[in-house]
């Protein structure tokens, strides 16, 4: 079945530094892909998705491109701020036509000021 | 903002026990996600669930577990005979449709303790 391989944590990094989170996949045909991110004490949340190779989503300055060359869907911003403390999670759903979802490992990002 | 809420917060139990875990999808939503995060681990899928019966389910979701839908609101999931490998973070999604490209929400997650 497909899944993803994600980059091991915890991250940490100093306010307003650049972010990325390694994420490649393996899978049969180019599904969905997903970063959720999980804040302290809450459930996860969808962050941003690619729906189709070469698709690049984008939510709250995070950005993730669905490279097809590479099978990488790698996790990045800019910018990051101490709200951006959290775990992050790849996610693509386990086979064709499935509706569930396989998750990476996560990776733990503490930003400090 | 609709969301997906999920009772007890913390569950403690004893080895042997049988637990019932809660959650109330978002209203419109037809289908329905069980999901468990064993601590510092990754997040599993258990079961989902729609038109009143499993959909899919994992090889972790054996004769221990099941799920119910006991009213138009609340989706149950039940273990019986908790063990201690049962521990971990339970967490409920629900989706407005099949598309495995729609956004699964989630809740905040109980948290079973086995002891």
């Known amino acids: 079945g497909n899944s993803v391989t994600q980059m091991e944590g915890p991250v940490t990094l100093s306010e307003e530094a650049f972010l990325t989170i390694n994420c490649t996949y393996t899978a049969t045909g180019y599904p969905s892909l997903f970063w959720y991110v999980q804040y302290p004490g809450e459930g996860l949340q969808l962050l941003l998705k690619?729906?189709?190779?070469?698709d690049k989503g984008s939510n709250k300055g995070f950005e993730a491109t669905y490279r097809k060359e590479t099978t990488s869907f790698h996790l990045e911003k800019g910018s990051v701020q101490v709200s951006d403390s959290a775990v992050y999670f790849c996610a693509l759903p386990p086979k064709t036509g499935a509706n569930n979802l396989f998750f990476g490992t996560g990776t733990r990002l503490t930003v400090i000021p | 903002e609709p969301e997906v809420t999920q009772t007890p917060s913390h569950q403690v139990t004893q080895m042997g026990q049988e637990v019932i875990l809660r959650c109330v999808p978002i209203s419109n939503h037809l289908y329905f996600y069980w999901y468990r995060q064993i601590l510092g681990q990754k997040v599993e899928f258990l079961v989902s669930f729609y038109n009143n019966e499993i959909s899919e389910k994992s090889e972790i979701f054996d004769d221990q577990f099941s799920v119910e839908r006991p009213d138009g609101s609340n989706f149950t999931l039940k273990i019986r005979s908790t063990k201690l490998e049962d521990s971990a973070m339970y967490f409920c999604?629900?989706?407005?449709?099949?598309?495995?490209?729609?956004?699964?929400?989630f809740g905040p997650g109980t948290r079973l303790t086995v002891t």
């Open positions: 999604a629900s989706s407005e449709n099949r598309n495995s490209a729609e956004e699964q929400y």
């Open positions: 690619a729906t189709k190779a070469d």
